[in-house]
């Protein structure tokens, strides 16, 4: 979560200093970069409750293999090899059930990157011009650190 409390309080600092420079406070660039953020908020909180249901489902996924493992191992103890085939079947399912939830937490947090990057890119486009915005949120650093 170090990333993204990194990139909440960027964002905040960003819009804290683009509000402080309006003195009406009921400029349009604000009512959008209000509007903006709430949206911003709403998808990244969305994201974080999916990334946190996956990786819930990993770790039961994860703790079922162990178990079908056990099992197997158990029945060759007993010598009960048609049992111990079974469990290493079930096993072998779980194992793949595991890959697949392993490849969405990929997705999901490769989304949850790209998404913060917008709202990073978003707030600093007006600032520091869309160009210089799109090659920080692009750049090597920033790639690893969305990793």
């Known amino acids: 979560m170090g990333l993204l409390d990194r990139l909440n309080l960027l964002v905040r600092s960003?819009?804290?200093?683009?509000?402080?420079?309006?003195e009406t406070g009921?400029?349009?660039?604000?009512?959008?970069?209000?509007a903006t953020l709430s949206e911003a908020r709403a998808r990244v909180?969305?994201?974080q409750r999916d990334e946190r249901r996956l990786e819930s489902e990993l770790d039961a996924s994860r703790r079922e293999e162990d178990?079908?493992?056990?099992?197997a191992a158990t029945a060759l103890r007993r010598h009960d090899e048609p049992a111990a085939r079974e469990a290493l079947l079930q096993r072998n399912r779980v194992a793949m059930r595991t890959e697949r939830l392993l490849k969405e937490l990929a997705q999901?947090?490769?989304?949850?990157?790209?998404?913060?990057?917008?709202?990073?890119?978003?707030?600093?486009?007006?600032?520091?011009?869309?160009s210089r915005c799109?090659?920080?949120v692009n750049s090597p650093r920033a790639r690893r650190r969305r990793e």
Do not use: F
């Open 67 to 71: 178990l079908w493992e056990e099992r």
């Open 45 to 47: 909180g969305l994201l």
């Open 14 to 22: 960003n819009v804290n200093s683009l509000l402080g420079r309006d």
């Open 108 to 130: 999901q947090r490769a989304q949850l990157g790209v998404q913060l990057g917008q709202v990073v890119l978003a707030h600093d486009a007006p600032r520091l011009g869309r």
């Open 26 to 34: 009921s400029s349009p660039e604000r009512r959008e970069l209000d």
């Open 134 to 136: 799109t090659a920080a």
